[in-house]
C-alpha cells in the first residue's frame, strides 16, 4: 500500500495557477501508475490525468487537456499536477491516487490521498 498526501491547493482567481503535489511514500511494484482526480459537491468523481512512474502520461480528460499537465520527479516519489488557466468550474477537492496500472475508473485505484481543496474565484 501507497501512502500519498497531496499538498499546494488554495485560492486563486480565475486565469490564474497552481500547482499540486502528491507525494508517494511506501511505493511496491505494484502501484506503477499514478492518477490525479477531482470531485466537486454533487458531481461523479472524475478523472483528470495519469502517469506512469516511467513518465509517460496515459491520459487527459477533455475538460483539462491544454491547461493542465501531469508529471512525477526523477525520483520517482512525486506526482505534480499544474493547473493553469484555471477557471471557476476547476473548483474542487483535487486527490492524487495509485494504481496497479494504467485505469481510467476510481474504483480502480488501490490507494488515495486525503485530497486538497482548490478553489478558482472570478
Known amino acids: 500500500q501507497v501512502q500519498l498526501v497531496e499538498s499546494g491547493g488554495g485560492l486563486v482567481q480565475a486565469g490564474g495557477s497552481l500547482r499540486l503535489s502528491c507525494a508517494a511514500s511506501g511505493r511496491t511494484s505494484s502501484n506503477n501508475y499514478m492518477g490525479w482526480f477531482r470531485q466537486a459537491p454533487g458531481k461523479e468523481r472524475e478523472f483528470l490525468a495519469g502517469?506512469?512512474?516511467?513518465?509517460?502520461?496515459?491520459y487527459y480528460s477533455d475538460s483539462v487537456k491544454g491547461r493542465f499537465t501531469m508529471s512525477r520527479d526523477s525520483a520517482k516519489t512525486t506526482v505534480y499536477l499544474q493547473m493553469n488557466s484555471l477557471k471557476p468550474e476547476d473548483t474542487a477537492v483535487y486527490y492524487c491516487a495509485a494504481a496497479r496500472a494504467s485505469r481510467t475508473s476510481p474504483s480502480d485505484f488501490g490507494s488515495w490521498g486525503q485530497g486538497t481543496q482548490v478553489t478558482v474565484s472570478s
Open positions: 502517469i506512469y512512474w516511467s513518465g509517460i502520461v496515459t
